[in-house]
Nanobody, 123 residues
Framework: VQLQASGGGLVQAGGSLRLSCTAS????????MGWFRQAPGKEREFVAV?????????YADSVKGRFAISRDFVKNTALYLQMNSLRPEDTAVYYC????????????????WGQGTQVTVSS
């Protein structure tokens, strides 16, 4: 599975961005897809995950109510992250990730990764 993320950029605090991720190659009908981020000097952290089979979604506490993950289940190849009310602390490289089944929210559990897209929120 190859993942390609896009949509990052520079935005002022309080603004919005929409990230997109497309999957190609060998895709799985019940693929789990999600977003993670990594700020300078910090470990990669979970942001939001969509599990596919049951349609469950998970959000980190820090983004609940501000971010929304969505997928194109018809194609099963597109993943989005709508980010509203952005804060300077949301500044990071955002990665989309995928796996064949849901095992948890730890980044180390995901086998497939996109190249990342930079999100910078100015104060």
């Amino acid at each position: 599975v190859q993942l390609q993320a896009s949509g990052g950029g520079l935005v002022q605090a309080g603004g919005s961005l929409r990230l997109s991720c497309t999957a190609s190659g060998r895709t799985f009908s019940s693929i789990v897809m999600g977003w993670f981020r990594q700020a300078p000097g910090k470990e990669r952290e979970f942001v939001a995950v969509s599990t596919g089979i049951s349609g469950s979604t998970y959000y980190a506490d820090s983004v609940k109510g501000r971010f929304a993950i969505s997928r194109d289940f018809v194609k099963n190849t597109a993943l989005y992250l709508q980010m509203n009310s952005l804060r300077p602390e949301d500044t990071a490289v955002y990665y989309c990730a995928a796996d064949k089944s849901f095992q948890g929210l730890d980044a180390n559990l995901y086998d497939y990764w996109g190249q990342g897209t930079q999100v910078t929120v100015s104060s």
